[in-house]
């Protein structure tokens, strides 16, 4: 072999090497970016708005509760109808209506409740500056947002609890929005209001008296999230993921007032005053580890039988499923 042959072989090994080279490299970083995607997967969490009752979602959102699970969690805003579909459709995996949900799951379709952040509803009469009690409304105009929904039903039981018959003694409107209600109220085309927080926080400080909250007076599950029975079964360790997440943020929320606090003053843009007037009336309302039981589906199954006349007795089996929450409890507890 003459110096320039083997010289020219030389270099064609060198290339060939190089090229190795960057192949390998180039496959590596292929399964790295796709172990990295793997374990930072983003989750679509459909909710029907920013309402202060998901703040465990929001605080394991803020504090990275999700992300030491490797979830990336996306939030959708989507109307009850839609998130509804979008969820049966495997568009979104996860959404924040399991009261509404629990009505599907009982007429067979295939959804569960997974994690639930209340057993009290988180709503509050607020009646005009020189109304006290909710016997004074006697007589009264009181706005809800529609006839069927949660704040008519809280509404409804918080006036019979004090002996108001509802459209006997009083008059229930449907107005609409949340800001609409309050406009009502300032205005005083009405004597009360049914709201949520920080509404209530926001009209005492402005003088209006609160003069029920709802969870006083009756208990029923609220603020829950809710996926389908295939996501249980084909990804298991991805639903405890986030049932873990959850649960840590419900536990931070009920032990941690000042960080929870200062959360809600991140994610809903209000002063130190109203965040914590906000936090001092949802924790009264957080249950303490997600898991309800019947007791606290009971308003909900009236309900549902009422509107649903052919549906029986319902099981709570048939609309959740908190296997996953209570192995990720006893880990998290355990710890």
Same mark, same amino acid.
């Given at each position: 072999m003459t110096r320039q042959t083997e010289k020219s072989s030389l270099m064609q090994n060198r290339l060939w090497c190089w090229l190795m080279g960057l192949l390998v490299i180039g496959f590596v970083k292929i399964l790295l970016l796709a172990g990295a995607a793997h374990a930072d997967e983003a989750i679509k969490f459909a909710l029907p708005g920013n309402s202060m009752g998901y703040l465990p979602l929001f605080v394991a959102v803020h504090r990275g509760f999700f992300k030491d699970e490797g979830l990336d969690i996306e939030l959708p805003r989507l109307i009850p109808a839609m998130a509804q579909n979008a969820l049966l459709a495997g568009e979104v995996q996860y959404h924040g209506l399991a009261d509404s949900g629990l009505r599907l799951a009982a007429r067979g379709l295939p959804i569960k409740a997974i994690f639930y952040g209340a057993d009290r509803p988180m709503y509050y009469l607020v009646a005009q500056k020189e109304i006290r009690s =909710?016997?004074?409304? !006697?007589?009264? !105009?009181?706005?809800v947002s529609q006839f069927g929904g949660t704040s008519d039903l809280s509404a409804r039981l918080a006036l019979k609890h004090f002996g108001v018959e509802p459209e006997k003694d009083a008059l229930l409107i449907?107005?609409?929005?949340?800001?609409? !209600?309050?406009?009502? +109220? !300032?205005?005083? &085309? =009405? &004597?009360?209001?049914?709201?949520?927080?920080?509404?209530?926080?926001? +009209?005492?400080?402005?003088?209006?008296?609160?003069? &029920?909250?709802v969870g006083d007076v009756v208990e029923f599950a609220s603020n829950g999230y809710s996926t389908t029975d295939q996501r249980i079964k084909e990804h298991p360790q991805e639903v405890k993921k986030v049932v873990r997440a959850l649960y840590r943020g419900l536990r931070y929320a009920k032990e941690n007032p000042a960080g929870t606090i200062d959360v809600i003053q991140r994610e809903w843009k209000v002063d130190g005053g109203i965040a914590k007037g906000s936090y001092q009336a949802i924790v009264k309302a957080l249950n303490d580890d997600g898991i309800i039981g019947e007791k606290q589906l009971k308003m909900h199954f009236d309900l549902i039988r009422r509107v649903e006349k052919n549906i029986g007795e319902i099981s709570v089996s048939k609309v959740v499923d908190f296997t996953l929450l209570k192995d990720a409890k006893r880990e998290l507890d355990g710890r």
């Open positions: =909710v016997a004074e409304l !006697r007589g009264k !105009r009181i706005g449907q107005i609409g929005a949340e800001g609409t !209600r309050m406009a009502a +109220l !300032r205005a005083g &085309s =009405v &004597s009360a209001i049914i709201v949520p927080v920080p509404a209530v926080a926001i +009209l005492k400080r402005e003088g209006y008296n609160e003069v &029920s909250f």
